[in-house]
């Protein structure tokens, strides 16, 4: 069964452009959750998807947002790019939203310039 | 909120021998699922053991076990046999049950180099 997988891998952006990041889950996984990751402030929670639904928001601001599909496959979006929005972005699904493990994508590498 | 606390930024450890990554959390909740998850060089995420804090019994995967301690709210991860592709950041996550939120609080990592 393929993993999950994210698209593109690397990305390089200039401050104020937009990005759309991809997230295809596990065959059946029905939940896709995504982070960001820093060397700041670490790995942090942005948005939770199921059933083409959000279901957790994170402390983000609005210019990040996301949505699902019918087919469980995920995109996020952030808009007027700022330099502070480097970062790896990670992908993980599950079957469903609580009591099922996560698996992680490889990430999309975001560079803003 | 919770929190996830790891007090090491890095460990070594020589080959073959056990090492153990500590990780503290904090929160109000009775009943939560605590994980640790292994990120090599390749950034990819892959699980390593998980522990749910209603079940006593400490989780063991192969060569990685884990100390729950429940009321003292710590979480260590032991690793055996240490071998080389063990070297990886290690990080500690909580995830509510009360919630039913499927997101994760991770702490800050430990970096774990294995000398041959």
């Known amino acids: 069964k393929a993993g999950v997988t994210q698209t593109p891998r690397y990305l390089i952006k200039t401050r104020g452009q937009q990005v759309t990041l991809s997230c295809s889950p596990i065959?059946?996984?029905?939940?896709v959750s995504w982070y960001q990751q820093t060397p700041g402030q670490g790995l942090q929670f942005l948005f939770e998807?199921?059933?083409?639904?959000?279901?957790n928001k994170g402390n983000f601001p609005g210019r990040f947002s996301g949505r699902q599909f019918s087919n469980s496959r995920s995109e996020m979006n952030v808009s007027t790019l700022e330099l502070g929005d480097s970062a790896l972005y990670l992908c993980?699904?599950?079957?469903?939203?609580?009591?099922?493990?996560?698996?992680f994508g490889p990430g999309t590498r975001l560079t803003v310039t | 909120a919770q929190t996830v606390t790891q007090s090491q930024p890095e460990m070594s450890v020589q080959e073959a021998e056990t090492v153990t990554l500590s990780c503290t959390y904090d929160?109000?909740?009775?009943?939560?699922?605590l994980f640790w998850y292994k990120q090599p060089p390749s950034r990819q995420m892959i699980l390593v053991i998980r522990?749910?804090?209603?079940?006593?019994q400490n989780a063991t995967e192969n060569r990685f076990s884990v100390n729950f301690q429940k009321a003292a709210k710590s979480f260590s991860l032991k690793i055996s046999d240490s071998q080389l592709g063990d070297a990886a950041m290690y990080f500690c996550?909580?995830?509510?049950?009360?919630?039913?939120?499927?997101?994760?609080?991770f702490g800050t990592g430990t970096r774990l180099t294995v000398i041959p």
């Open positions: 993980a699904s599950s079957l469903q939203p609580g009591g099922d493990e996560q698996y």
């Open positions: 065959s059946g996984h029905r939940s």
């Open positions: 998807y199921f059933s083409e639904t959000q279901r």
């Open positions: 929160t109000s909740e009775s009943d939560y699922y």
């Open positions: 522990q749910e804090a209603y079940k006593q």
């Open positions: 996550a909580y995830r509510s049950v009360q919630t039913g939120a499927n997101n994760l609080f």
